[in-house]
């Protein structure tokens, strides 16, 4: 099930995706919209290593954040967001967007120094659904929410993608959101969107929560099932969750998406505090902030990364199944 990436030849990588923008929400917005986007996604360092980084571009070929500088809406009338998608179904690699380093590209978690791979506790194989998140969201640590009476984790809000095609990491999705689940993972807020690519055969039909009980049985059981125990092989008690373990509808759900929108627009306007985390983008903020980007402040950060190189191989240790009794 795991596909092996093959070496690079050239310096680095390059794979385009495209994604329509059709409305803007947007804080000095720069980019174009009304017309087809399109996104690169550049490789960096060698693929399984402390060094990976893959970092995103426009159609400009200006380097951009992936957390800052693509647009939360494909469809704001229509309630179409853009999902960044960090880990491919199926695969174990905890890829995520970097929101503490420069320009924020995606990159493998580390814990104690060695790169962090979930497990597969059975019956799950890596991740169950295509994962990833909804660029200029966040979810604020210094806001307590009234309905988990827990903060923010200070991520970009997650999105678990469950339609029927396996998407490649970096690659930039128009999905239909359906539903959420409101996760508490050591203390913090970790709201998980449900959503489908738009594109997808199933999108017709699937347009709320109750649609994916009716036509997926046993999908969301396992999602919960997989959120609560991935985390016991690495030694830490399951994870709860808000509203005794029960997804919220559509409309509850984009509620919440807006809401971390309207806290990272708080961020990016520097009227909240960003601790460690890196606003720098180059299409957001005004010329005069210190969030703003140059073209060559972005070309040296990249610059500065390691070059492509050889992949390294994946632990053998990454396919073992991990058992335990439920409680």
């Not at 962090?116 to 890596?126: D, E, L, M, S």
Request: hydrophobic share 35%; net charge negative; glycine share 4%.
């Amino acid at each position: 099930m795991r596909s092996a990436l093959s070496a690079y030849p050239d310096l680095f990588s390059v794979t385009r995706f495209s994604a329509e923008i059709l409305h803007p929400d947007s804080i000095h917005q720069k980019t174009v919209f009304h017309q087809i986007m399109s996104f690169t996604v550049e490789d960096r360092g060698s693929p399984n290593s402390l060094s990976y980084r893959l970092f995103f571009k426009n159609a400009e070929g200006k380097y951009i954040s992936p957390f800052h500088d693509i647009p939360i809406y494909a469809d704001e009338s229509q309630n179409i967001f853009h999902m960044v998608v960090e880990v491919p179904r199926w695969t174990n690699a905890k890829m995520e967007i970097a929101t503490k380093d420069l320009l924020n590209p995606i990159k493998q978690d580390v814990k104690k120094g060695k790169l962090r791979y979930v497990a597969n506790v059975f019956p799950h194989k890596g991740y169950i659904w295509n994962y990833g998140a909804i660029p200029q969201t966040w979810e604020d640590p210094a806001h307590k929410d009234r309905d988990t009476d827990c903060c923010g984790d200070n991520d970009p809000i997650d999105v678990c993608e469950i339609g029927s095609k396996v998407c490649s990491r970096g690659e930039v999705i128009k999905v239909k959101v359906l539903g959420i689940l409101a996760m508490i993972d050591e203390g913090e807020t970790d709201w998980k969107v449900i959503a489908i690519n738009v594109d997808d055969p199933e999108a017709n039909t699937l347009n709320n929560i109750t649609d994916v009980q009716r036509l997926k049985p046993g999908y969301l059981e396992a999602t919960v099932d997989w959120f609560r125990r991935y985390k016991v092989p690495d030694g830490k008690p399951e994870n709860r969750f808000a509203f005794n373990e029960e997804f919220k509808d559509k409309d509850f759900a984009i509620e919440v998406i807006k809401s971390t929108h309207t806290f990272w627009k708080a961020l990016i306007s520097q009227q909240t505090n960003a601790g460690e985390l890196k606003c720098k983008n180059t299409c957001v903020s005004a010329n005069d902030s210190p969030y703003c980007c140059s073209t060559d402040e972005a070309k040296a950060v990249v610059g500065d990364t390691c070059p492509c190189g050889k992949e390294e191989p994946i632990p053998c240790s990454v396919d073992k199944w991990f058992y335990y009794e439920r409680k």
